[in-house]
């Protein structure tokens, strides 16, 4: 791997939160580096609490940092203006979150092809993109259907192809089957993993279960504010 660029690097991330019994800060994230290739698939696992979300968050520049800097393609992404970063995370990077946040209203395609519109694709090349992707991940006869009328792992399915519609260099996934039984937890798995190479997208995983991380490529623990390496790519 070691050939392969680094689509997204953290360096020196620390944040810190007002403890709830108000006795001071609470630092979540203490000078944490991390660096991720392209078509790798890196996890972070960590007890509830231990700042992984906020790790993400601010990954994907949806969180700012107290101190440290993300990069995106070598490009330091807190140095844009906030409309700029709006603009570039919504090309670069795709999120898939434990609760889908599908928009009710829309049918399946429409859910999938919408960030392609706000960067700016025309609408017939945007529904084409978004039915493809969703053939892909064995959505094809559901494109119509709203989410109400989907399962969990259906919805997951439709978010996961949401998040590629603009070919973005990295994904971003919080507990992506969190809520999902075991048949469709391994459905995802495999999915996102067949995914990282056919799309050449890289990926981070947020997750709690250490037999789902451990099919990832390399994998942290995030531990009272410090990311140890837990495996090591191959």
């Not at 203490?30 to 968050?57: R, Y």
């Not at 792992?153 to 439709?158: A, D, H, L, M």
Request: with cysteine; aromatic share 6%; charged share 25%.
């Amino acid at each position: 791997m070691n050939n392969r660029n680094i689509v997204l690097e953290a360096a020196r991330l620390s944040k810190s939160f007002p403890s709830k019994a108000g006795t001071g800060m609470l630092e979540v994230l203490n000078k944490v580096d991390l660096q991720v290739q392209d078509s790798e698939i890196t996890a972070v696992i960590g007890s509830s609490g231990s700042g992984k979300s906020t790790l993400l968050h601010i990954l994907g520049g949806l969180d700012h940092p107290d101190s440290g800097e993300v990069y995106w393609n070598e490009i330091p992404i807190f140095k844009w203006k906030q409309d700029k970063l709006a603009e570039e995370r919504n090309r670069q990077v795709g999120f898939v979150f434990q609760f889908h946040h599908l928009l009710p209203e829309f049918t399946a395609l429409e859910n999938v092809y919408m960030p392609g519109l706000i960067a700016g694709l025309p609408v017939k090349e945007a529904e084409h993109r978004a039915a493809s992707l969703l053939d892909r991940l064995g959505m094809s006869e559901r494109t119509e259907h709203r989410p109400s009328q989907l399962s969990g792992g259906e919805q997951q399915r439709v978010a996961i192809a949401r998040a590629l519609m603009n070919n973005p260099s990295i994904i971003l996934a919080d507990e992506p089957t969190g809520n999902l039984d075991e048949k469709n937890t391994d459905i995802i798995l495999n999915q996102l993993i067949e995914l990282r190479e056919t799309e050449q997208v890289a990926m981070v995983l947020i997750t709690h279960e250490k037999d789902i991380a451990t099919r990832c490529d390399t994998v942290y623990e995030l531990k009272q504010g410090k990311l140890h390496l837990y495996q090591e790519a191959h």
